[in-house]
């Protein structure tokens, strides 16, 4: 069974950092490529960074580029997302799954990441 289990959200001011780690498990970790979403209140979920699966390509957004980076660790089964310069507009549930820039199946709990003053 595929699970993803996201954890390290929490509530900081504009220009904080956060990093968040999702552990995954029920399949071969390091034979998939690995996204981060996210879902504002309201908004369709969407993403924000992927990783590939041979030589951790990486692809991220727009709107973070240059603010977060998405990192991977196969001998931990981890998947990181590091958020540095967060604003409020980053506020939302991030979750990760496996796939490019496309989920492909499962998803967990989510973590809540809120940035405010």
């Known amino acids: 069974q595929v699970q993803f289990v996201e954890s390290g959200g929490g509530l900081v001011q504009p220009g904080g950092s956060l990093r968040l780690s999702c552990v995954a498990s029920?399949?071969?970790?390091?034979?998939?490529?690995l996204s981060w979403f996210r879902q504002a209140p309201g908004k369709e979920r969407e993403l924000v960074a992927s990783?590939?699966?041979?030589?951790?390509?990486?692809y991220s957004v727009d709107s973070v580029k240059g603010r977060f980076t998405i990192s991977r660790d196969n001998a931990k089964n981890t998947v990181y997302l590091q958020m540095n310069s967060l604003k409020p507009e980053d506020t939302a549930v991030y979750f990760c799954?496996?796939?490019?820039?496309?989920?492909?199946?499962?998803w967990g709990q989510g973590t809540q990441v809120t940035v405010s003053s």
């Open positions: 029920g399949f071969s970790f390091s034979s998939y490529s």
């Open positions: 990783i590939s699966n041979i030589i951790s390509r990486t």
């Open positions: 799954t496996r796939g490019w820039k496309h989920p492909i199946d499962s």
